[in-house]
């Protein structure tokens, strides 16, 4: 998975490692990763390897997946099988949830980590690109939500939502990639909010990111926060059913700024970005 944008920034608050947590709350819990086939989405799939969990990979590329199920089994995957395909086919996470279901008979966790293409540079006027990116960023996970929803209803799992701090403040070069993430935040919190007043046991987490090392090297003035560990906070988050998770943490700090002093957050951002390389893609 590629993360176009974000706060580059990595703070000095405690992160979620702090927490105490066990790889056996995983261990044989059957769990499905989108968008696993490399960067966040592949550390995830091998973090959860070591677990013992059992796994059911998608991605774009089959080869990409082959190679990523086979290190999983590897590293002690209870189980590890993968379906290839494009979020873009509106009847794609139909299939990999029906995959689950005929495979495992349930499902415990649905970690949603896939992104489509998204340029980075001045937003152009492509409208049909926004609605593109709508289908594969925001609606695909709507559809797997919904379809992945009895099953974890009935072993009172969660949900996994890799998000991004372009999610909850803009950013700059990245309107139709942040529209995606925004749409996001609104329905999964929506979500909540509904399961809990029908006291439906399924925990939502929203994954708040900043800059990974995944993309963007050459338009970003910071050293990004490494993958590896951004992967196993986002399943820890999950497996303790937190609410958000903000990582780096100083993404945290930054949205009180969005509340307190947003003109400064906003020059703040900005500041982080070599337009002239942004203006060369």
């Given at each position: 998975?590629?993360?176009?944008?974000?706060?580059?920034?990595?703070?000095?608050?405690?992160?979620?490692?702090?927490?105490?947590?066990?790889?056996?709350?995983?261990?044989?819990?059957?769990?499905?990763?989108?968008?696993?086939?490399?960067?966040?989405?592949?550390?995830?799939?091998?973090?959860?390897?070591?677990?013992?969990?059992?796994?059911?990979?998608?991605?774009?590329?089959?080869?990409?997946?082959?190679?990523?199920?086979?290190?999983?089994?590897?590293?002690?995957?209870?189980?590890?099988?993968?379906?290839?395909?494009?979020?873009?086919?509106?009847?794609?996470?139909?299939?990999?949830?029906?995959?689950?279901?005929?495979?495992?008979?349930?499902?415990?966790?649905l970690i949603l980590n896939h992104i489509g293409y998204s340029y980075v540079n001045y937003f152009n006027g492509d409208v049909e690109h926004i609605r593109k990116l709508l289908e594969t960023n925001f609606l695909s996970y709507v559809a797997m939500t919904a379809s992945a929803l009895p099953m974890l209803k009935e072993s009172e799992g969660s949900i996994v939502v890799v998000s991004s701090l372009a999610g909850k403040t803009g950013s700059p070069f990245a309107a139709s990639y942040s529209a995606t993430k925004f749409a996001l935040d609104g329905f999964f919190s929506s979500l909540r909010h509904e399961l809990i007043i029908d006291n439906v046991n399924v925990s939502i987490t929203l994954c708040?990111?900043?800059?990974?090392?995944?993309?963007?090297?050459?338009?970003?003035?910071?050293?990004?926060?490494?993958?590896?560990?951004?992967?196993?906070?986002?399943?820890?988050?999950?497996?303790?059913?937190?609410?958000?998770?903000?990582?780096?943490?100083?993404?945290?700090?930054?949205?009180?700024f969005q509340y307190i002093a947003p003109d400064l957050l906003d020059s703040f951002i900005r500041s982080y970005y070599e337009v002239e390389n942004i203006r060369r893609t």
């Open positions: 998975r590629q993360t176009p944008v974000g706060c580059p920034c990595v703070g000095s608050l405690p992160a979620l490692s702090s927490v105490p947590s066990s790889p056996e709350m995983l261990r044989g819990k059957r769990v499905i990763v989108t968008g696993a086939s490399s960067g966040i989405g592949e550390q995830m799939a091998y973090h959860l390897a070591r677990m013992e969990a059992h796994l059911l990979l998608t991605a774009r590329t089959e080869a990409k997946l082959q190679k990523v199920v086979k290190r999983c089994l590897e590293l002690g995957a209870a189980s590890a099988r993968y379906v290839s395909g494009s979020m873009e086919d509106t009847t794609f996470p139909a299939v990999v949830v029906r995959e689950a279901e005929n495979t495992w008979g349930g499902l415990d966790m708040i990111l900043g800059y990974i090392n995944t993309a963007m090297s050459h338009v970003i003035r910071r050293t990004p926060a490494p993958k590896e560990e951004c992967a196993l906070e986002i399943i820890r988050s999950g497996a303790l059913r937190q609410r958000e998770l903000h990582y780096p943490p100083m993404v945290g700090s930054l949205l009180l």
